[in-house]
């Protein structure tokens, strides 16, 4: 059972770069576990710290200002590369509910989702208003309706965003999608036989 | 009333949906299904929390290549946590009835070496593995792609996903490649094109002369690197070059089945008028050995080109890009990578650890030695690659070079076994990820050919290939 997603008001961590890939939001030495827990503490490891080991006060989870937030702003591409579910284990290890990016990498968006976490795609303009927004003030909070499918923005400023029925319904009902599946073995069914089974 | 004209692409997806949603995503059914010991641990625990079996343990099949040494077959050797991951996939292969090519096997290898080579890999399937390079397997016309963790689950409980249908992109390339330039630089050439997220949301189909010309390795290598650009699955029309290379392969069909099969293969073709959301054109002629210069693979240029310089970049988000990649790189920009010094070579990985790719780099390597001060890994795809290669005499080539020649596995494309960069270090590898740390925390890697990856050893700093191979005999 995922946690349900229906609104979702934060604060903003933002990390606005570019073709943000899964290695960097969890570095492949941490693949080796065989667990969903304990990813958290890792994300974005090598971004977090110095060469030193030490945190990197420079960076913006880092800063006080993110601590807590529930919504990470990213720019375009966000998660490309590698397939790895840890991307979104390690985000959600964190306290993340959402990602609020130009666009995202379709697995990494498929992965999201089915962790309870939203990807939210907002066109150019609207994404550089929430830009503005944040970085004139790190504390300054965001609604995420998922039912209305708006994100709400300081002083009352309404972005629409797309997602799909299915998907949407999953996260308001936390269902996960296996169930759906697994009810449709008639249909299954039936396709092996007329297919031979491919 | 006549039939719409359609792509290859629609023809394999229309002919799997199980299911369609309407405005949801179709539910798509899985004819393979390949498992590593990564990315299925956490899936096979949801099938045992819920008490649910592998509906169909007979289309799936696990291997073990991320995290295995090349050193040696020995398991004593890798970390705690790596060994217990692979112990996991061998108890889990077990418990659910899937055949397991374990280490040691003859038919270990990385997963989407041995699909292809097992022939299991075959046109018209719907392929997955929770692993982006899946794609590497769409270049014999099937339609493959990388899946998350969850969604392993999902195929191992149902043999199907819940998918959108993705759109489609022609990549036309005619022209003929001329001698030094091969596959990698054709898919490097192509990301430098369309960048890292040209392909988002696209399946591609890869056309034309240049592609028809090219063996099923390279096809492979072209067709690996897709998800580098973005897209979902990249794809080549079977043909005759595609049927020879399954021909005889462990699992392909045989007798009246393999002719069946042919004829069924044959209709895999995207039909006369075929419409596409996208084209991109490249002509083979004009290209050139490619190299990388930045922190993703689209950061590439024709290798006597000039590091281009971020100031000069329209696009402020490009230029941040590029100026936290030329910092992270420690490159100049303005003159061509050229005689930059490395200290390691790594030839390897499912982009380029196939038998041809061997003989390339064994091809400059012939009496020659690796530049004192370059370590050189050479790691074979699959055991059976390094078996053929040894029968051929080409872990000699490597050994008298002064390189290493291991055992198959992942390696250092992802740098979980031990085999890794140090920070700082540059390589030039032929493999398919220059992220920022992904062969190693601090590591640098310009992604390039077998061919310029041979001659940067010998030179110990980056080499045109084209150069070296015009010396031969000079030795």
Redesign the interface.
């Known amino acids: 059972m995922l946690s349900r997603f229906t609104v979702l008001t934060s604060h903003l961590a933002p990390l606005l ?3 943000i ?1 899964t ?2 939001i969890i ?3 941490y ?6 827990t304990g990813l958290g503490e890792h994300l974005f490891e ?1 971004w977090c710290t110095l ?1 030193d080991g030490t945190a990197d006060p420079e960076f913006p989870l880092n800063q006080p200002e993110s601590s807590h937030a529930q919504i990470l702003l990213a ?3 966000f998660g ?6 840890h991307a ?1 284990w390690a985000l959600s290890g964190r306290g993340f509910r959402a990602v609020i990016a130009r ?1 995202f ?3 990494f968006y ?2 999201a989702l ?2 309870g976490i939203l990807p939210v795609a907002l066109d150019e303009a609207h994404h550089a208003s929430l830009s503005r927004h944040v970085l004139d003030d790190r504390k300054c909070m965001v609604t995420i309706d998922l039912t209305q499918q708006l994100v709400e923005m300081p002083g009352g400023e309404r972005a629409p965003f797309d997602v ?4 949407k319904r999953c996260l308001i009902e936390g269902v ?3 169930g ?3 009810s ?2 008639d ?2 069914r039936e ?2 036989v007329a ?1 031979d ?2 | 009333m006549p039939t719409q004209p359609s792509t290859l692409f629609d023809k394999v997806w229309d ?2 949906v ?2 369609q ?1 309407g ?3 179709d ?1 798509l ?1 899985i ?1 393979l299904h390949l498992v590593h010991e ?2 299925s ?2 899936a096979f ?2 099938l045992r929390a ?1 008490g ?1 079996k592998v ?1 169909r343990p007979d ?1 799936t099949f696990a291997t073990m290549d ?2 295995t040494p090349t050193l040696s077959r020995d398991l004593t050797i890798l ?1 705690a ?2 060994a ?2 692979i112990k ?1 996939l061998e108890s889990n292969c077990e418990a659910f009835g899937i055949p397991l090519f374990r280490l040691g096997s003859e038919e270990q290898g990385i997963v989407h070496v041995i699909g292809p080579e097992l022939g299991l890999t075959q046109p018209g ?2 392929l997955v593995c ?3 390079h899946t794609s590497t397997h769409g270049a014999f016309g099937a339609l493959a792609f ?6 392993v ?2 195929v191992l ?6 998918q ?1 249908k ?1 759109r489609t992109m022609e990549v036309r390339i005619d022209g003929k490649l001329s001698p030094g330039v091969t596959a990698k630089d054709v898919i490097l050439a192509l990301l430098a094109k369309i960048g ?2 040209g392909g ?2 696209h399946v591609i189909e890869y056309r034309g002369e240049a592609i028809r010309s090219l063996d099923m390795e390279a096809r492979m290598t072209i067709c690996n690197m897709s ?2 650009g ?1 897209a ?1 699955a990249g794809m080549v029309a079977p043909d005759t070059t595609t049927f020879e290379y399954l021909s005889g392969r462990p699992f392909a069909p045989e007798g009246e089945a393999w002719d069946q099969a042919v004829d069924r293969w044959q209709e895999l073709q995207s039909d006369p008028g075929a419409r596409f959301d996208e084209t991109v054109e490249l002509d083979a002629g004009t290209l050139t050995p490619m190299i990388t210069y930045g922190t ?1 693979p689209g950061m590439g240029l024709p290798i006597s080109q000039p590091v281009p310089d971020p100031s000069e970049c329209a696009d402020s ?2 230029r ?2 590029m100026m ?1 990649a030329l910092d992270y790189m420690q490159v100049p920009s303005g003159k061509p990578l050229l005689g930059h010094p490395v200290d390691v070579v790594f030839v390897g990985s499912c982009t380029n650890a196939r038998l041809s790719d061997l003989r390339g780099a064994a091809s400059l390597l012939r009496g020659r030695r690796v530049a004192p001060g370059v370590r050189m890994l050479v790691v074979p795809g699959s055991d059976s690659v390094r078996r053929q290669a040894e029968a051929e005499g080409l872990d000699q080539v490597f050994l008298s070079a002064g390189a290493e020649w291991r055992f198959a596995g992942c390696s250092m494309c ?3 076994n031990g085999d890794q960069l140090e ?1 700082g270090q540059y390589a030039v590898s032929t493999t398919n ?1 220059n ?4 062969q190693g ?2 590591g640098r890697t310009f992604l390039a050919s077998p061919l310029t990856a041979a001659a940067t050893a010998v030179a110990g700093a980056i080499a045109d290939p084209r150069a070296l191979a015009a010396n031969v005999g000079a030795d």
């Open positions: 770069a570019d073709d890939d290695d960097q570095p492949a030495r693949l080796k576990g065989t667990e969903r090598d060469p720019g375009r591409n490309c590369g590698s397939s790895r579910e979104a666009s990498a379709d697995i498929n992965n089915k962790n799909d029925a299915f998907s996960d999608q296996l759906y599946l697994m449709l073995e249909h299954v396709y092996e297919h089974g491919g | 002919s799997h199980v299911v949603n405005h949801g995503p539910v059914y004819d990564v990315t641990p956490q625990a949801g819920k649910i509906r289309k991320h995290s970390d946590m790596g217990a991951q996991q399937k719907t929770g692993d982006s990388g899946i998350g963790t969850s969604e689950e999902h409980a149902t043999q199907c996903l819940l959108e993705p890292v997220q988002t949301g998800i580098e973005g979902r993703n988000h490009q941040q890009a936290r992802i740098a979980m920070p990820r992220f920022e740390g992904r925390k601090g």
